[in-house]
């Protein structure tokens, strides 16, 4: 079980993108989904059951969240040309009387963009609510991701599968 008043004030002290900043890699995803589900927890009645999520691009040790305009969206894009990085999925699962917290990563490789292609995909896509700045599903996913180690449905935002086998086990 966790302390929603300790995180609450994490929360209030973090940076922009909602989490403190010595936390590394799946620490971040796992962080923000126990942020999002103590929102829900005063709520909660006794048999209610709460899952939150939340996805993070790392790439080259740097969290690339949602871009906050369309430069951004075109920096991130060509961060991701040429190369493997990770999704990282954090999810919990939350009831009034116990947490379980996990998280998932799966590589996705990109081929090398060309600036006609991201300036396409973001004119088209907009892909300014997506991490990372792009969505596995849409057009950039089918002409750009040239490998995925790990879940398809992590990198859409959910990985269902994991998810599914830790329901089982509750």
């Known amino acids: 079980m966790f302390n929603d008043c300790s995180l609450s004030n994490a929360y ?3 940076n922009a993108y909602s989490y403190p ?3 590394k890699g799946s620490e971040i995803p796992e962080f923000i989904s126990r942020i999002k589900a103590a929102a829900y927890r005063p709520f909660m009645a006794g048999n209610d059951l709460v899952i939150t999520a939340d996805t993070i691009v790392y790439a080259n040790g740097e969290v690339l ?5 369309r430069e951004d969206a075109v920096r991130m894009l060509k961060i991701l040309s040429g190369h ?4 990282m999925t954090g999810v919990s699962i939350t009831t009034r009387e116990f947490q379980k917290s996990f998280c998932s990563v799966s590589d996705v490789t990109f081929d090398t963009l060309t600036d006609e292609e991201i300036d396409f995909y973001i004119d088209n896509y907009k892909p300014y609510d997506k991490a990372g700045a792009y969505g596995i599903q849409e057009w ?3 002409i750009g991701v040239s490998g995925i180690h790990g879940s398809y449905f992590n990198v859409m935002g959910l990985p269902v599968q994991r998810l599914y086998r830790e329901l089982k086990e509750i």
Do not use: A, M
């Not at 969240?65 to 305009?69: A, F, H, R, S």
């Not at 493997?84 to 999704?87: A, E, I, L």
């Open 21 to 23: 900043p010595h936390l």
């Open 140 to 142: 950039i996913g089918f």
């Open 12 to 14: 209030r002290l973090s």
């Open 65 to 69: 969240g949602k871009p906050k305009d």
């Open 84 to 87: 493997t990085h990770q999704v």
